[in-house]
């Protein structure tokens, strides 16, 4: 843990792929700050996606890692759309303590006719559906969920609505996602940035979270439902209002430096960062259990091509053929 008022860390500032979580002591918050650049590069290109499709999932890809980083137990965060836009299908998977996948969904001609239309917003793209956000601690662990409606012209809107109902915790997030050239490298790529921060107050105890791992996701009762905003709450929000877009993708300015050009006026703490790196869970193992333990033999049959059954995993597109043979009793 280091303190910042005079950026004097006792580490080497933050780069790319990694979150630095913080407090503002002062001003009852807490908060995460988000750097990704060839992680979600890798992720976006993958697939080719037109780019505001890739730029959508970009923000559902920092968004997730916003909220998931934030667990304290191995398991997977997942973050789902499903919608009747263009973009009809968002998922992004992070598996803690630092492995992010995504994949998004969409129908080409009506992309066309919405670029065409000049309607690429994120709220334009998604359309009406609904988000859900889902904590998965393991096989014998219930799993935590929390659906709301997709209202919005931005996840970031609709992040603060579901934190809200679902939470009750007031929450401000800022998200950015671009396709820069760097210096020394004329090939574009992708890079986001992103903020969370959250309201915290002190009622007649300490409930600041500990941090790296602060995630109390799933405690409906940490703030009053009937909460008024707070002086500290607009302080620390106002602040955040003034962050451009091109602070929070640039390569050249730390999470630490952003901060503190941020908060130095009301005191940042910044702990050290938890690196982000894409990563997919498939593997023969789990997809030739899938097939075993969820489609029945007729299912299976009809999977059958050229005496094969063929897998492409949609996050990662690694491809897997397995012999119906081997599913079948001895």
């Not at 129908?107 to 609904?130: C, F, I, K, N, Y």
């Not at 671009?178 to 790529?189: A, F, H, K, V, Y």
């Not at 302080?235 to 999470?255: F, I, V």
Request: net charge negative; with cysteine.
């Amino acid at each position: 843990m280091v303190e910042t008022p005079s950026l004097g860390l006792d580490r080497a500032e933050t780069g790319d792929d990694a979150v630095v979580p913080f407090t503002l002591d002062g001003l009852d918050t807490r908060g995460r700050a988000i750097r990704l650049g060839d992680a979600l590069d890798r992720i976006l290109k993958r697939h080719a996606y037109p780019e505001p499709v890739a730029r959508v999932l970009g923000e559902a890809v920092v968004l997730a890692s916003l909220v998931g980083s934030s667990l304290k137990f191995q398991g997977r965060f997942i973050l789902q759309t499903q919608t009747d836009g263009p973009v009809n299908l968002l998922v992004v998977d992070f598996d803690a303590p630092d492995g992010v996948r995504g994949y998004a969904r969409f129908e080409q001609a009506d992309l066309d006719v919405a670029m065409a239309a000049g309607r690429t917003s994120p709220g334009e793209l998604l359309g009406h559906g609904h988000l859900a956000m889902t904590i998965d601690q393991g096989e014998h662990m219930e799993r935590y969920q929390g659906i709301v409606a997709l209202e919005g012209e931005s996840l970031e809107e609709v992040a603060h609505t579901y934190f809200m109902q679902s939470e009750q915790i007031p929450t401000l997030v800022r998200i950015a996602v671009g396709e820069l050239s760097q210096r020394g490298d004329p090939t574009p790529r992708w890079r986001a940035g992103g903020v969370l921060i959250q309201h915290l107050p002190d009622h007649g105890g300490h409930t600041m979270p500990d941090l790296p791992g602060d995630g109390d996701f799933d405690n409906p009762d940490m703030v009053d439902p009937d909460f008024v905003e707070a002086d500290h709450w607009t302080r620390a929000k106002t602040l955040l209002a003034t962050l451009e877009d091109s602070e929070l993708a640039d390569p050249d300015l730390s999470p630490e430096r952003m901060l503190y050009r941020l908060y130095h006026e009301t005191g940042v703490r910044v702990f050290d960062p938890l690196t982000i790196e894409e990563r997919c869970t498939c593997s023969a193992e789990r997809i030739e259990g899938m097939l075993a333990n969820s489609f029945s033999k007729e299912e299976r049959d009809d999977m059958v091509v050229d005496g094969k059954i063929e897998v492409t995993c949609e996050f990662c597109s690694t491809h897997y053929e397995f012999d119906p043979h081997r599913f079948e009793p001895n």
